[in-house]
Nanobody, 123 residues
Framework: DVQLQASGGGLVQAGGSLSLSCAAS????????IGWFRQAPGKEREGVSC????????YYADSVRGRFTISNDKAKNTVYLRMNSLKPEDTAIYYC????????????????WGKGTQVTVSS
């Protein structure tokens, strides 16, 4: 079974930085898209950033572009999200998810999800 373990969340002041990691196990996909999603209280889950294992193509939500950076260490089966210039509106539970295949996509229909990690940004 595919398992995704997210870590790195915490409490940070506005303007600060955090790095999230998501380690995948039971992972035999050669081609996949993996990424980060978040859900704030009372809001729908949204895609934050995704990356393709095929060519490194990336997607960033408009709200995080320029502040967040996604990277993927395929040798370690680990995807990272570096979050800079954090804002209170970035407060949410962050989840990682993966979908096998060649097509690059970043949406809530990803078949494999990890448990989330809480990110709280204080003003």
């Amino acid at each position: 079974d595919v398992q995704l373990q997210a870590s790195g969340g915490g409490l940070v002041q506005a303007g600060g930085s955090l790095s999230l990691s998501c380690a995948a196990s039971g992972f035999t996909f050669d081609r996949y898209t993996i990424g980060w999603f978040r859900q704030a209280p009372g809001k729908e889950r949204e895609g934050v950033s995704c990356i393709s294992s095929l060519d490194g193509s990336t997607y960033y939500a408009d709200s995080v572009r320029g502040r967040f950076t996604i990277s993927n260490d395929k040798a370690k089966n680990t995807v990272y999200l570096r979050m800079n210039s954090l804002k209170p509106e970035d407060t949410a539970i962050y989840y990682c998810a993966v979908i096998p295949g060649l097509d690059f996509m970043c949406h809530n229909g990803m078949p494999y999800w990890g448990k989330g990690t809480q990110v709280t940004v204080s003003s």
